[in-house]
């Protein structure tokens, strides 16, 4: 039998669970809350670097010889804040990644649409396949002079929507074979 005085009732226990998710709570904020701080003192800013990245692939890929230079149109207070709350889940590498695999992407109605933000969002689980090498990763010489041979053959990019630069059109044609090499289908 259990001591009656040392004993608590359903009511002791819901106000201990509640303060139990209240501390958790405050732990999470004060995790993140430190690791703004570490980001200050570093010099880092994820989120800057991944709305930079994402500018920069919009640029090549859409606006590339505009006159002045035209950037991506980001709404720079819904945005921010999404890339800010995906970095509580994915680290900042694996978010570029994404964002590199969404440019690749030559879905129609992307290309139509200029790669929207908003859609990346909605899509980011797609871009999300681990076991295709990062466009990033080196290309080898001999991977990009296949490349270059196989677009001489076509007369130049032969994919649709055509690629906005030669440099995109062999690293998409040398990511699709290292998809193809691993049974993956990505482009």
């Not at 009732?9 to 106000?15: F, I, P, S, T, Y």
């Not at 999300?128 to 990062?134: D, E, H, I, T």
């Amino acid at each position: 039998m259990s001591d009656p005085a040392h004993s608590i009732d359903d009511r002791q226990v819901k106000a201990l669970d509640a303060k139990v998710d209240a501390a958790i709570q405050l732990v999470a904020r004060l995790h993140d809350a430190l690791l703004d701080v570490k980001r200050a003192i570093s010099h880092e800013n994820p989120v800057r670097d991944v709305l930079a990245l994402y500018d920069e692939l919009w640029i090549n890929l859409y606006a590339r010889n505009a006159k002045p230079v035209v950037h991506y149109e980001f709404n720079r207070v819904v945005d921010p804040a999404h890339v800010k709350r995906l970095l509580k889940v994915f680290d900042t590498n694996t978010l570029k990644q994404r964002v590199t695999r969404y440019f690749l992407d030559r879905d129609l109605f992307l290309v139509k649409n200029g790669h929207p933000f908003n859609l990346f969002l909605s899509r980011l689980n797609t871009y999300g396949v681990v076991n295709v090498p990062s466009p990033s990763q080196a290309v080898t010489t001999a991977e990009r002079e296949r490349a270059l041979q196989m677009r001489k053959a076509w007369g130049g990019c032969g994919h649709k929507p055509r690629c906005a630069s030669s440099g995109a059109c062999v690293l998409a044609i040398i990511t699709k074979w290292r998809a193809q090499e691993q049974q993956v289908e990505v482009i």
